[in-house]
Structures are given as structure tokens and as C-alpha cells.
């Protein structure tokens, strides 16, 4: 059983594989409460892993928010990530410029006539 690192509470197997003689080694877990995921590297990866990091996984963004070696496997941590992360204000975000709005022309079709005198 594998302990979430956010809420603290056991997380679930999500993913388990038939290896090297090893029936149902778990792979990968999952937490209910928050939706953190846990899930086997290599360990040499170790050190290419930074806490938080985020990546792109089928579209959907995730944050990096713990790693561990145990024995000889390396567990990371992901959160999902639905907004903009903490401390970092989506205003300030590039934001295409509007292009200059586009008004209907008017002042057409009023064509005055010169009024002659005399
Ligand atoms: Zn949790």
C-alpha cells in the first residue's frame, strides 16, 4: 500500500503488470481524494525528475509534487493540474491582444445635396 503524498491516505492500484515471473506487480496508483497519481520509473530518471514540473499526458496536465526511491524503484508523484499552478496570476498570462474591433461603417449614404439659391 502506497501513501499519498498530499492527503496522506492510501492510495489505490491503478495499474498492475505480469513480469519477470512477478504476478500483479503494481505499476501505478491512484489517489481518490485529490486524484494524485503515483506510478514506477526507472531510477536512473531520478535526477532528471524535478518536483514540480509539469507535463502533458493525453491532453490533460499534471504536476510533478513528489518522487522516492525505494529499493530499486523510483515512485513519482503527479497531481493533476486544472489551472494556472499557485502564485502565478492567469491575467499575466499571453494573452493574444483583441485585434482592433471591427465597426461597422457608418456615416455612408447620407449624401446631401447643395441647396441652390436663387
Ligand atoms: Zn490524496
Same mark, same amino acid.
Given at each position: 500500500?502506497?501513501? +499519498?503524498?498530499?492527503c /496522506?491516505g492510501?492510495? %489505490?492500484a @491503478?495499474?498492475?503488470i &505480469?513480469? =519477470? =515471473?512477478? %504476478? ?6 491512484h +489517489?481518490r481524494?485529490?486524484?494524485? &497519481? $503515483?506510478e514506477l520509473r ?5 535526477v532528471?525528475?524535478?518536483v #514540480?514540473e509539469?507535463? %502533458?499526458?493525453d /491532453?490533460?496536465?499534471?504536476?510533478l509534487v513528489?518522487?522516492?526511491?525505494? =529499493?530499486a %524503484?523510483?515512485?513519482?508523484y503527479?497531481e493533476?493540474v &486544472?489551472d $494556472?499552478?499557485? =502564485?502565478t496570476?492567469?491575467r499575466?498570462?499571453a494573452?493574444p491582444?483583441? @485585434?482592433?474591433t471591427r !465597426?461597422?461603417?457608418? #456615416?455612408t449614404g447620407?449624401n446631401?445635396?447643395? @441647396?441652390? !439659391?436663387g
Amino acid at each position: 500500500m502506497r501513501a +499519498c503524498p498530499k492527503c /496522506g491516505g492510501a492510495m %489505490e492500484a @491503478a495499474k498492475s503488470i &505480469t513480469i =519477470g =515471473g512477478l %504476478e500483479n506487480k503494481e505499476i501505478a496508483w491512484h +489517489c481518490r481524494r485529490d486524484q494524485v &497519481t $503515483a506510478e514506477l520509473r526507472h531510477p536512473v530518471q531520478y535526477v532528471h525528475i524535478h518536483v #514540480g514540473e509539469v507535463e %502533458e499526458v493525453d /491532453g490533460h496536465r499534471r504536476r510533478l509534487v513528489h518522487k522516492e526511491i525505494r =529499493g530499486a %524503484e523510483l515512485v513519482v508523484y503527479h497531481e493533476p493540474v &486544472t489551472d $494556472a499552478p499557485p =502564485g502565478t496570476r492567469p491575467r499575466e498570462a499571453a494573452r493574444p491582444a483583441r @485585434a482592433s474591433t471591427r !465597426r461597422p461603417p457608418r #456615416g455612408t449614404g447620407r449624401n446631401r445635396r447643395r @441647396a441652390r !439659391r436663387g
